[in-house]
């Protein structure tokens, strides 16, 4: 067994604005696990939120995992000890992409036939961060330029409050009318409890699909009267990071998204996913400023998730790994055994 690491600067075309800052371009860590003759790759997106900010404490971290001596254990136990160690999950993620990747290659499958899942069939959501109406004038044209996918998600929560939510909005309508595009809005925690309520509201008027983490992280507590008065579904995304997240307050939402570096990567991907299931929820799969190799590994067990927000490696300028691909509006993993996807040039180790 030979675990390497690789710091790549990830540059993107447009830097990403939420309500909780501006992502401009980053360094990702990605994850070469070599064993019997078989190479898994696997991707960490540094995050504050998600326990590692920098590449080098996400490599720091991993590396406290493997001398634990690892070599032999089953992805689950690996997965089992990282989390008694306490590993942030967007650190782990790295690692478990690759041991999944590996393990599909080893058995001659593409990820999502070794998982039991379908090919994707969802169209994938891309991105609007917050801008004000004149940039979206001038965005839209181009995310829409030779991709066909229908389905926008636009970032509101503005630091300036909702009246700019609303003209920001309005914009959009405007600038989507001739694309026959549906749009969602994901406003990351931006809005309190009565914001919540109003915009809602608002957007329930106005060709809105569905809310993404109206309230912050922590506020899941007012879900409870923020929920039986909505007019439009209700996703959380920061308020679920594991699975026994979504107990306490499956009643007052009508869905969940999962992220691979929220979680820690594919092996609690799928308790989510289960667990969402169970309690009649909804299924959403999203990303953080993540190259081809784990959105490739997110495409693979997309088959079975009801709204897909897998676009970021179209964001990057350039992507310095190669795989799932917007195939009729559907981010598609390539065919080949493991989730399809490698380092375009593959670092020296």
Partial sequence: MKISFHKILIKKR??????????GDSYNVFVRYE??????????????????????KVIEELQRLIDTNIEGLSIYEIENRARKLKIPPCAYAGLDISLWDWTAKKSGLPLHNLLGLP???????ITLGIMNPQSVKERIPILFKNNNTKFLKVKLGSPEGIEADKSMYEQVIESTESLDVKLRVDANGGWNLNQANQMIQWLSKRKCDYIEQPLAEGEEDKLKELYPNSKL?????????????????AKFVDGINLKLMKCGGITEAMRILAIAKTYGLKTMIGCMSESSI???????????????DLDSHYNLN??????AAMINGVTTPRIAPGHGAFLIKEPSC
């Fill in 318 to 323: 350039p992507d310095p790994a190669s795989g």
């Fill in 119 to 125: 090919m994707p069939s969802c169209k994938t959501s």
């Fill in 35 to 56: 064993k019997d003759g078989h190479i898994g790759w696997g991707e960490s997106a540094p995050g504050e939120n998600e326990g590692a900010k920098t590449p080098e």
């Fill in 233 to 249: 579904p209700i996703f959380v995304d920061e308020s679920c990071r594991y699975s026994n997240d979504i107990i306490p307050y």
């Fill in 294 to 308: 784990s959105i490739s590994a997110g495409a693979s067990i997309s088959g079975i998730i009801d709204h897909v």
């Fill in 14 to 23: 447009f830097p990403l604005a939420i309500s909780r800052g501006v992502h």
